[in-house]
């Protein structure tokens, strides 16, 4: 069992950064992948970046392309979303979720999910 802690969102500017945090419990972090998902109000959950259990091979959803950065300390237990050129339409709660592959993670199949920050930006 794997619990998972957003924490990091906030109220920013357009263009602004935010670093998200995302504190796992248990043993067994590393053997996950991790992924970082939003949901918009009116919208479905979506898909914004997953890494590997070991931190490499960064995939991003074509929005965030250039801006957000996943990564993962797993000697702290802990994966990181950094966010950064944000625009309006990057509002929405922010959630983290593990997985043993890329495929369930973006097919928002994760095994584990955290109950999500806010993040809103204001133009």
């Known amino acids: 069992q794997v619990q998972l802690v957003e924490s990091g969102g906030g109220l920013v500017q357009a263009g602004d950064s935010l670093r998200l945090s995302c504190a796992a419990s248990?043993?067994?972090?590393?053997?996950?992948?991790l992924g970082w998902f939003r949901q918009a109000p009116g919208k479905e959950r979506e898909f914004v970046a997953a890494?590997?259990?070991?931190?490499?091979?960064?995939y991003y959803t074509d929005s965030v392309k250039g801006r957000f950065t996943i990564s993962r300390d797993n000697a702290k237990n802990t994966g990181y979303l950094q966010m950064n050129s944000l625009k309006p339409e990057d509002t929405a709660v922010y959630y983290c979720?593990?997985?043993?592959?890329?495929?369930?993670?973006?097919?928002?199949?994760?095994?584990?999910w955290g109950q999500g920050t806010q993040v809103t930006v204001s133009s």
């Open positions: 979720g593990v997985a043993p592959s890329y495929g369930r993670l973006i097919g928002m199949r994760a095994d584990y």
């Open positions: 248990g043993r067994t972090f590393s053997s996950y992948f």
């Open positions: 890494i590997t259990g070991t931190g490499s091979a960064p």
